[in-house]
């Protein structure tokens, strides 16, 4: 199947997700029952095929049941394959964890069952481009944000560049511990199939297929989607172990090291717990993460995120992970992060992001490459590189959206695979020693040089809509920071014993 092949099917998807809209199933609720749907119709393509057919659900939850169903029994019998394999364990049992029909109309889901997808053979096609053809789907369904979809999307362009930047291998142990639906998962393993495909050992295959790359979410919805996304590109087995966990985790010390960490946290400052009151009000508390191998104790997310990323590698790992600005300069617990990382851990590579890149609007961000090194008393870092890619540079979702030749530059001042004795200082491009790190105020690493152009030159400014939408994204992200504070404040006033 070709890229337009794939790239009809994926129209031919999203043209009746706008059908399914009317009837309330939003984006994120389809993509869901996509997710249903086609591993069905694997399983029943694996069944049938004449060399090595296998068994993956059994006959009375198959594919060929919802094609043999009419009317109120078809979802009947959905409602039921759906119950009966939650049941089930590893891959499986995470596909369809908590699974439910969203699709109430017999007429509709009879139609997305027998033209949409039976008339593709999904197995046939290879599992790279039926992979993909899902994987732009979810991409198209991140702008659908009223249903929260856009929070698991990173930029496919700076996914591919952070990966070129790490150069997964084959002998990598990969992971993500807010993986969403899986997007650095599946770099990671394309780059590794494109640059080692041929050279691949049996044993190397077995081992990326089976464990080698896995993935921590939190959302059971988003941790199903990743499940089904690795497993049409052949990243694990429909019966093993699921290579998703679905757990928080932040939650506890991590019982397995590896070497490479590929993220992009959940943007919001804090951590926080619902909380329902015997008078059934609702209220929020900030949640501090306190463990043994945490450097500070905060309410901070992303900051714990840093903390639980630098736990997570082995000696000699690295990570590349998206961070907002404030882990760059917020006070407190953030400052002893910071020191720390810079003395135990080689911090040697920051990537200024431009707004406008997210799906989040107003979103300020960095990524921040770092390694484990062995403990010893001199610090590892001995400099830091910063590349300033947000100065000057405007990007827009639509307009202008960011793409992977824009990052080019970053990625050639990077010199992947090289010594980074050999890199060389550009205009957006400097290094700053450890000792000028530290000696800023509170180990400040919000670090700029380049002139605002619009601010010194009239002719520079950017036209009065690219203003006004800049203008909407700081303010939603403001609103949303006051909503966050407002929420905090309400659950500490709640909690305060009243005067009797």
């Keep these: 199947m070709s890229t337009v092949d794939s790239r009809r099917l994926v129209q031919k998807l999203w043209n009746y997700c706008d059908v399914l809209r009317d009837d309330g199933v939003s984006t994120i609720d389809y993509v869901e029952q996509l997710t249903f749907l086609l591993f069905l119709k694997m399983a029943d393509e694996r069944a049938n095929r004449s060399i090595r057919p296998e068994q993956i659900v059994p006959d009375e939850l198959s594919w060929q049941t919802l094609l043999d169903a009419e009317g109120d029994a078809l979802e009947v019998q959905y409602r039921h394959i759906l119950t009966g394999l939650a049941r089930e364990g590893g891959t499986l049992g995470t596909i369809f964890r908590k699974a439910q029909n969203k699709i109430q109309d017999p007429a509709k889901l009879k139609r997305l069952i027998v033209d949409l997808i039976d008339k593709e053979q999904w197995s046939q096609a290879g599992v790279d481009v039926k992979g993909d053809a899902y994987e732009e789907l979810l991409a198209k369904g991140a702008e659908d944000t009223k249903s929260g979809a856009g929070q698991y999307f990173t930029p496919r362009a700076l996914t591919a560049a ?44 077995r081992r990326l297929a089976n464990g080698a790359i896995t993935g921590t979410e939190l959302v059971d919805g988003t941790a199903r989607l990743a499940a089904m996304n690795m497993l049409l590109h052949g990243i694990g087995t429909p019966s093993g172990d699921s290579l998703i966990a679905i757990r928080d985790a932040l939650g506890k010390e991590p019982d397995r090291r590896y070497s490479l960490v590929l993220a992009n946290p959940p943007f919001g400052r804090s951590s926080s717990i619902r909380m329902i009151g015997e008078d059934g009000r609702s209220t929020r508390e900030e949640r501090e993460i306190e463990r043994n191998d945490f450097w500070a104790t905060t309410a901070n997310k992303q900051l714990n ?38 003395k135990q851990y080689d911090l040697h590579t920051m990537l200024r992001l431009p707004t406008g890149i997210f799906y989040a609007g107003g979103v300020k961000a960095n990524v921040l490459f770092f390694e484990r090194k062995r403990a010893r008393e001199e610090p590892w870092t001995q400099k830091l590189w910063v590349y300033d890619f947000r100065t000057n540079q405007h990007f827009t979702l639509k307009q202008n959206p960011l793409r992977r030749e824009h990052l080019q530059d970053f990625v050639d001042c990077y010199l992947p695979g090289k010594d980074r004795a050999e890199r060389v200082e550009t205009e957006r491009f400097r290094a700053f020693s450890y000792e000028e790190l530290i000696a800023r105020d509170k180990v400040n ?56």
């Design 162 to 205: 952070m990966v070129d930047c790490m150069q997964p291998t084959p002998d990598d142990t990969i992971t993500d511990p807010a993986c969403g639906t899986g997007g650095f998962l599946l770099a990671a393993f394309d780059h590794i199939q494109r640059h080692h495909g041929s050279a691949l050992t049996p044993d190397q295959r």
């Design 305 to 342: 995120f840093v903390q639980h990323i630098a736990s997570l590698l082995e000696i000699d790992g690295r990570a590349a992970v998206v961070l907002p600005d404030n882990v760059l300069f917020e006070g407190g617990a953030g400052e002893t992060i910071r020191r720390r990382l810079l």
């Design 445 to 500: 690493l919000d670090i700029t040089w380049l002139k605002d152009a619009s601010l010194e030159d009239a002719d520079a400014l950017l036209p009065p809509e690219v203003i006004a939408q800049e203008i909407v994204e700081d303010l939603e992200a403001a609103l949303r920071e006051f909503a966050a504070i407002a929420g905090a404040l309400s659950s500490r006033a709640a909690a305060q014993p009243t005067d009797t």
